[in-house]
T-cell receptor, first 116, second 115 residues
Framework: AQSVTQPDIHITVSEGASLELRCNYSYGATPYLFWYVQSPGQGLQLLLKYFSGDTLVQGIKGFEAEFKRSQSSFNLRKPSVHWSDAAEYFCAVGDESNFGNEKLTFGTGTRLTIIP | GAVVSQHPSWVICKSGTSVKIECRSLDFQATTMFWYRQFPKQSLMLMATSNEGSKATYEQGVEKDKFLINHASLTLSTLTVTSAHPEDSSFYIC???????????FGAGTRLSVL
């Protein structure tokens, strides 16, 4: 069964500093990988996704993520965070064996706090 | 584009009553919709997958008679929590998979409080 691990429950970063959120996955084949962001009391917004091809993926709001098969990782990065980036971030893996109706398995999330 | 509307955003009900939550894809067709449950400060747990015109597929441990799902059209799925009890209080989130893309778009969620 697929699984996702986000080792950091809570991260605090100064505004303007760089950010990296870790995500490790367990999956037997090539995974479909996603990063979502959730503001308090809201649904999830897709930041970026990886299906195949270039392992460095660009997303919205200046985020990027790199797929590293050898490390089973899909870490999210941003060179300079803004106060509006404070939110909960979820990494997810999709089951390609049922392409088109794949279920997403989510990590437990990382809460990002931005300090002035 | 790709907006998913979920209604209501917050509902309070008495124990024993039923509550219906709607999930609509506003500007795209969704052959598949998903229903998730999220407990405070925890991740999303998939409850069921619904395909337009067919019965929903429930995840292990989810009571299909308590959580009734109907996906009558390409833009609407409903989740009915029947005979709700306080332990059903949670944040319920739906998502809709764009028919032409392999991406799930999420609604803003419904907070259910059962008294």
């Amino acid at each position: 069964a697929q699984s996702v691990t986000q080792p950091d429950i809570h991260i605090t970063v100064s505004e303007g500093a760089s950010l990296e959120l870790r995500c490790n996955y367990s999956y037997g084949a090539t995974p479909y990988l996603f990063w979502y962001v959730q503001s308090p009391g809201q649904g999830l917004q897709l930041l970026l996704k990886y299906f195949s091809g270039d392992t460095l993926v660009q997303g919205i709001k200046g985020f990027e993520a790199e797929f590293k098969r050898s490390q089973s990782s899909f870490n999210l990065r941003k060179p300079s965070v803004h106060w509006s980036d404070a939110a909960e971030y979820f990494c997810a893996v999709g089951d390609e064996s049922n392409f088109g109706n794949e279920k997403l398995t989510f990590g437990t999330g990382t809460r990002l706090t931005i300090i002035p | 584009g790709a907006v998913v509307s979920q209604h209501p955003s917050w509902v309070i009900c008495k124990s024993g009553t039923s509550v219906k939550i709607e999930c609509r894809s506003l500007d795209f067709q969704a052959t598949t919709m998903f229903w998730y449950r999220q407990f405070p400060k925890q991740s999303l747990m998939l409850m069921a997958t619904s395909n337009e015109g067919s019965k929903a597929t429930y995840e292990q441990g989810v009571e299909k008679d308590k959580f009734l799902i109907n996906h009558a059209s390409l833009t609407l799925s409903t989740l009915t929590v029947t005979s709700a009890h306080p332990e059903d209080s949670s944040f319920y989130i739906c998502s809709a998979r764009h028919r032409l893309k392999n991406i799930q778009y999420f609604g803003a969620g419904t907070r259910l409080s059962v008294l």
